[in-house]
């Protein structure tokens, strides 16, 4: 079993940055993804960013071009740089791993932008 353990949440104001970072620990496997996800209050969880073992990246249109979402695979870290931060971005943001049709998710971090 993987276990995921997040880090660098916390307040900043508008137009700020924050990285958060997922360790994972465990039995991690060949060729597994990482993701990003994210829940605001009275909203759907949505997908924020991934990215697969050889690097490539997908990104959710509300955080292109602000978000950028990396790894470090000798570490089995994931990273997600977070610039220009507007209230909106304001949830509760998940680590995710997965390989195949199994997946595994962090506790979650908060995330709060302020005006």
């Known amino acids: 079993q993987v276990q995921l353990v997040e880090s660098g949440g916390g307040l900043v104001q508008a137009g700020g940055s924050l990285r958060l970072s997922c360790a994972a620990s465990?039995?991690?496997?060949?060729?597994?993804?990482m993701a990003w996800f994210r829940q605001a209050p009275g909203k759907q969880r949505d997908m924020v960013a991934a990215?697969?073992?050889?690097?490539?990246?997908h990104y959710d249109d509300a955080v292109k071009g602000r978000f950028t979402i990396s790894r470090n695979n000798a570490k089995n870290e994931t990273y997600l740089q977070m610039n220009d931060l507007k209230p909106e971005d304001t949830a509760v943001y998940y680590c995710v791993y997965r390989y195949g049709q199994y997946e595994t998710w962090g506790q979650g971090t908060q995330v709060t932008v302020s005006s």
């Open positions: 465990g039995r991690t496997l060949d060729s597994y993804n």
């Open positions: 990215i697969t073992m050889i690097g490539n990246t």
